[in-house]
């Protein structure tokens, strides 16, 4: 059973960066999509960012401040989260759609704060 390792996540001023990094825990076939996706408190999981077919989607919320990319190699990927608001506090969980089926992370809080 593939297990996605999620580390990165902290206590950050409102301004300032992290850098989230999820890896497989052995290879995988056919990665379909890569994604990050967070959950705050009373607040229904939404999906962040994510590269599917090799192009990379983010939410409005996000935009311009937050970067998705993999390392294929590594069956890796990572988070680049600039700019960051109190509002984005949140346990961000990582997601892989590939031929096996979906895989998710533990998830790592986020707090930004004010």
């Known amino acids: 059973q593939v297990q996605l390792v999620e580390s990165g996540g902290g206590l950050v001023q409102a301004g300032g960066s992290l850098r989230l990094s999820c890896a497989a825990s052995?290879?995988?076939?056919?990665?379909?999509?890569m994604g990050w996706h967070r959950q705050a408190p009373g607040k229904q999981r939404e999906l962040v960012a994510a590269?599917?077919?090799?192009?990379?989607n983010y939410a409005d919320s996000v935009k311009g401040r937050f970067t998705i990319s993999r390392d294929g190699a590594k069956n890796t990927v990572y988070l680049q989260m600039n700019s960051l608001k109190p509002e984005d506090t949140a346990v961000y969980y990582c997601n892989f759609e590939a031929l096996g089926g979906g895989y998710w992370g533990q998830g790592t809080q986020v707090t930004v704060s004010s």
């Open positions: 052995r290879s995988m076939f056919r990665i379909n999509a």
């Open positions: 590269i599917i077919g090799g192009s990379a």
